[in-house]
């Protein structure tokens, strides 16, 4: 189903991941970290040219 990719998550975040993730009621902390980055690619993949998401990117702050 899925693929064996591992990123690394400083602990305080995954701390507080696991906390959302049982208030929100996803069976595990990995599903809510699947289901919040699908979000946001979709999000992006919305969009309608590089520069939109350019825009997009600047606006949360990520690139400036």
Do not use: C, N, T
């Amino acid at each position: 189903m899925f693929g064996k990719h591992k990123i690394a998550i400083d602990k305080d975040l995954w701390e507080k991941i696991q906390v959302l993730a049982g208030v929100a009621g996803y069976s595990s902390p990995d599903e809510f970290v699947l289901h919040a980055l699908e979000k946001q690619v979709a999000e992006f993949a919305a969009a309608e040219s590089d520069e939109e998401i350019r825009k997009k990117l600047r606006g949360l702050g990520y690139i400036s």
